[in-house]
Every structure is written in C-alpha cells, then in structure tokens.
C-alpha cells in the first residue's frame, strides 16, 4: 500500500489497513465499469460517500458507528476492485470469502465489530440500492423505467435534492477521509 503497509490478502490484520490506503484505493475504482458521463469516473469512494449520506437520511437516530459502517461498506474493494453482481457471482464463493475477510478487518481496524448485525447489514443494503437508482439515472444513461426496474423507485423523500457530481480522484480521496474523521470523532 502506498502507506507502506504490506496487506496479506489471504489473511488480513487490522494493523495493516490505513484509511488513506482505503480512500486513495476507493477514489481510483470505477462503478459502473467505467461506463458514465462526465470527465471523471464515478468512483467507489464517491459511491460510499453518497451511501452514508442515504443511510443517514433513512435512519436519522443511527449512531455514528452505523454511519461508519455505511461509509466503509465496500471498503474491501480498494484492493480487490468493484466487480459487477454478475461477474462476482461466476467468480463463486471464494470472492465472497476474500471479501468477508477484508471486510472484517476493515471493521475491526476502525472500532467496528467484524460481522456488522443483520438488521444494519440491510439497512446499509437499502441505501445502497438507492445510490445504485440514483447513480443510473444520473450517470449510467438509465432511463426512469429501466432503474426502477433494476433498482426499485426510492422514496422521493430520501433522494430528494441529492445530485451526483463528478470530482477529481483527489477530491474524492480527501472528502472520503475527511467523512471518517468526522465520523471517527463522534464514536
């Protein structure tokens, strides 16, 4: 990692994840494989981002470390990269695995528990497809129709006034570290 940390894929430790490694990883990872308008890739980072800010809008009394875990959600990917569902599903359980290993330690390294409780894991989920709707319709060239097909129509109150804006990786890179800090200080 550009941090100096050497992160064993196979079995990660929490000593060795550093959440500049995480954003600076996040801010250079693609969604959508690439495929969205604009000048700059919209970046997982960003996605992440824009994840917590939803799960903070559905569940305004969360406390900080769910709000921490919406951030991190897909923390695993700044070494392993976003894969489309259906590429992770031909791939098998093993990339599932590898991703439950990183993600454990993501947790563990930040004060969160390893396995996050079920009923945080889908309200971290809803948020998410709600991003994934928003994100199709405003840089994956969706129509109306086919996100809500895909994603399922989110509840206007939630999206409301939320606009995706494409930024530098080092932009991104910054306000991703800058959320964690906020959200670490508030633990």
């Not at 995706?164 to 906020?182: D, F, G, K, S, W």
Request: net charge negative; aromatic share 8%; with cysteine.
């Amino acid at each position: 990692m550009l941090s100096g940390r050497r992160l064993d894929l196979l079995d990660p430790t929490p000593v060795d994840i550093e959440i500049e490694d995480i954003a600076h990883g996040l801010a250079f990872v693609a969604r959508w494989n690439g495929q969205t308008i604009g000048d700059f890739a919209y970046s997982v980072a960003e996605h992440s981002l824009l994840v917590e800010e939803i799960f903070a809008r559905i569940n305004p009394d969360a406390p900080a470390k769910w709000c921490l875990a919406a951030l991190l959600h897909d923390a695993p990917e700044y070494v392993i990269g976003d894969m489309i569902s259906p590429v992770k599903a031909s791939v098998g359980p093993g990339y599932g695995a590898l991703d439950d290993r990183l993600a454990a330690a993501v947790h563990l390294r930040f004060g969160l528990p390893a396995t996050l409780p079920i009923s945080i894991k889908k309200k971290i989920k809803k948020a998410d497809k709600i991003s994934a709707w928003l994100e199709a319709v405003q840089v994956a060239g969706f129509t109306l129709t086919e996100a809500n097909k895909f994603f399922g129509a989110p509840d206007d109150a939630v999206a409301q006034g939320l606009k995706i804006v494409l930024r530098p990786p080092v932009e991104v890179r910054e306000a991703y570290v800058a959320r964690h800090n906020t959200l670490i200080a508030l633990l």
